[in-house]
């Protein structure tokens, strides 16, 4: 037999001697050398991997390993064949083996820029942004004409907060590639990001015009950022077009959060954010599930979330926070987002049981944090927010997953277990909509912190407002503001002549163009004033000189409404069929004014004209809210915790039992 191999062995390095490439004699070569247990020569090492790289691009990529690793066991120091094991591992979806062979090869190969430049894109796919960087920033310093160096590069330093250092990476990239599409659409997200909105415009225009293998996600960015700027000439036709995108299947890269503000239902909300989900985290592997082994105390509640600073979240969980019931649960802050030093940040940090800071982990480290600290159930506050990091949870570091109010909608992965929401937003036949078991809080979903204060209220004059006449108010963001509500808004200026629509003033180019917006539906440009922001007990103190705040749909007021409510100021809603137009409907009915969710336009009209005309009755509505305001359940906060430690206490005795998420009404203990 060992003959008869040795034979076969001469027989195929004959053959190969006038034929190199011969693949039936590599592969007569290659099986007799196994059997025997023989390494091969060197050179028959870079062949065997050679050999390999042919099988991958064959799609045969599991063959194709075992012969990288046996040419790695010949000649264990020669970086290319660690560099196509590399490209093996990454097409079989093991990243985090592909990222070190390509590492070694980095190695090995010192002056090879596409190793560390392979390296650091598998790198950023884990999270490892800091390695990341630092490999890509290799590769670029090796070959400053490699395109893919700069595309990777900038996402990587976008992804680390540094815009501006992203947009020169990416017009480093467009400088060598023109025609580029990509590079103009991630130079597009950088300069929005980087607050730069009326730029990021012609960058996604030109990466559409150029074409792109998904042209979804960057067509809801530009959607989103002509709503942001009150660009409206076009943007009908843009819309239509990209809820033709979802509704076809033809996109996985649409924001979920942006296409809430197309109104196209609950459906096909849901089958935009499934698609975006299994796109944003494909190749993560989940961690076994966790149990409950025994008797268990106090459930340990984990809050994940990058808003652990002076922002609207945080503003509605602090005093939970703190009225949590240490005996029922011990809760732990898992924060990826930035430090800045403020007090909201120290009073959240203060109030947790834990605090853990995540951002310098990668997803997969962050999990395996999360999965250390044996945390029973996991509560994710961001969803597809801005900032939101979906592949922590996706690793399935805790037992028991959920998403609750950041994000209002599906996050359509299975991963999450539950949905946290109430009967008014989340009806529980809406179900079918959503991915998640949908759990119902007694009174509101939104909790609230009773000791925001409010400042001394400024005069109208400074602020801009007429001493006297009606303030329609909303300080909604302008991408809330559809062109068919603002012409239900001018008819209404028109109809009450000494009145005046307050609103934020989000954008220097929003403002003018919703003041041209108003000249042509027959309304004085002056009739809009626009408040700056300004600090919170500031801002709260704007709302007592309204008289009337009108939402907005199909994306309504979530924190602004239960700040408008807190301050004393009515809010006028109409729910749609989402949960995004259904929070103020909620909000009202938790503050004593259920009668302001109305039921179509037509009557938020009617309605807002009314009340116009009726200064006595608006009054008594805002005397009720302050009547209210101590004991409304919508400001009731040990309400609230308790019935939310009910609904954890529930998903937890669901799992233990070893039944699978189910929908559940928690009932009010007063």
Known sequence: MTADLRARIGACRAALATAPGDSAALAGLFGALDALGEPGTPAEAVARSAFGEALRRQGRAAEAEAHHRAALSWLPDFGGNHFNLGLTLQALGRTADAADAYGEAARLMPRFAPAPCNQGVLLRALGRREAAEAALRRAVALDPTLVPGWLNLGAVVQGLGRETAAAGCYRNALALRPDLAEAHANLGLAVKEDGRVVDSLPAFERALALGLPDA?????????????????????????????????????????????????????????????????????????????????????????????????????????????????????????????????????????????NLAALSHAEAAARIRADRVDILVDLKGYTQHARPEIAAHRPAPVQVQWLGYPGTMGAGFIDYVIGDPLVTPFDHQPFYAERIVQLPLCYQPNDRSRPIGPPPSRAACGLPERGMVFCCFNAAYKITPALFDLWCRLLRAVPDGVLWLLDSHPESSANLRREAARRGVVEDRLVFAPRRPPAEHLARYRLADLFLDTTPVGAHTTASDALWAGLPVLTVPGEGFASRVGASLLRAAGLPELAVRSLADYEATALRLAGDPDGLAKLKARLAAERGRAPLFDTDRFARALERAYATMWDIHTVGKPPRPFFVPDEG
């Not at 942001?228 to 033709?244: P, V, Y």
């Not at 935009?272 to 149990?291: E, F, K, L, N």
């Open 216 to 356: 979804g996600g960057v067509l809801a960015q530009l959607v989103q950022q002509m709503r942001h700027l009150g660009r409206w000439d076009g943007l009908a036709e843009r819309s239509t077009q990209l809820t033709a995108l979802v509704r076809g299947g033809g996109t996985r890269q649409v924001h979920p959060w942006i296409f809430l503000g197309e109104g196209a239902g609950p459906a096909a909300e849901l089958d935009c954010a499934r698609r975006y989900a299994d796109w944003r985290t494909q190749g993560i592997a989940a961690m076994p599930v966790r149990r409950a082994a025994g008797p268990h105390g106090r459930l340990r509640v984990g809050y994940l979330s990058a808003d652990y600073h002076e922002h609207a979240t945080a503003a509605l969980i602090a005093e939970l926070i703190e009225r949590h019931d240490r005996n029922r649960v011990e809760v732990i802050g898992y924060s990826y987002g930035p430090d800045d030093g403020g007090p909201m940040r120290r009073r959240l940090t203060a109030a947790f049981d834990g605090f853990v």
